[in-house]
């Protein structure tokens, strides 16, 4: 019997050793990282970048060519005829990022998170200046107002709803506060909050 077992792990040893030296020396094998996915890039534009580069974009490989870089392919479905891959580049998890979704290779909206801003620490608005905004109000107008640009907590674009695109802009501290927090909808003011200001 142990004679059988002994066989049979070397024939099992054998056959792992043969896969393993075949096929090319693993020019297939595709790092990952700690998620199992391959590493998120390197290649982080700037928000406004972005947005200047995709304004009339259509294709995953007009975007990757202005961006400089291919995205991470982190997801693939394809439902009733229509094929939806999702890209991202940066670490979604931690952030800073950007996620795009393409709708049978055409561009249907993207998401992005901590690319650029103020350092929140030091843009810290007056009490008085908070009174004085209002909803509708362009956030040009907002960041006059405050005095600095506040920082970007979250910024998406979804071209086939009306509201399009929006923004939460961040000024102080949002971990412990002191802090005022903006939601932007095509760059219009629709909402505001603070603590202790």
């Not at 790092?31 to 970048?49: F, I, Q, V």
Request: aromatic share 8%; glycine share 12%; charged share 15%.
């Amino acid at each position: 019997m142990k004679s059988i077992i002994r066989m049979w792990l070397l024939c099992a040893s054998s056959v792992v050793v043969l896969c393993g030296c075949g096929g090319g020396g693993g020019d297939d094998t595709v790092a990952t990282d700690e998620s199992g996915l391959p590493p998120a890039s390197s290649c982080l534009p700037t928000t406004e970048a972005l947005g200047n580069r995709v304004q009339g974009m259509n294709t995953y490989a007009e975007v990757a060519a202005h961006m400089g870089c291919e995205g991470r392919l982190v997801g693939d479905v394809t439902t009733s005829g229509h094929t939806v891959r999702t890209y991202d580049w940066g670490r979604v998890e931690s952030g800073p990022y950007v996620q795009m979704e393409f709708r049978t290779d055409q561009l249907h909206g993207w998401t992005s998170k901590g690319l650029y801003g103020a350092d929140p620490a030091t843009c810290l608005p007056t009490r008085a200046a908070v009174d004085r905004l209002a909803v509708d109000m362009d956030i040009l107008d907002v960041n006059a107002i405050i005095g600095c640009r506040g920082q970007t907590v979250s910024f998406t674009v979804n071209y086939a709803s009306a509201d399009g695109l929006q923004s939460v802009e961040a000024w102080g501290n949002v971990t412990s506060g002191p802090y005022l927090m903006a939601t932007f909808k095509k760059n219009l003011l629709v909402a505001f909050s603070t603590q202790r200001l």
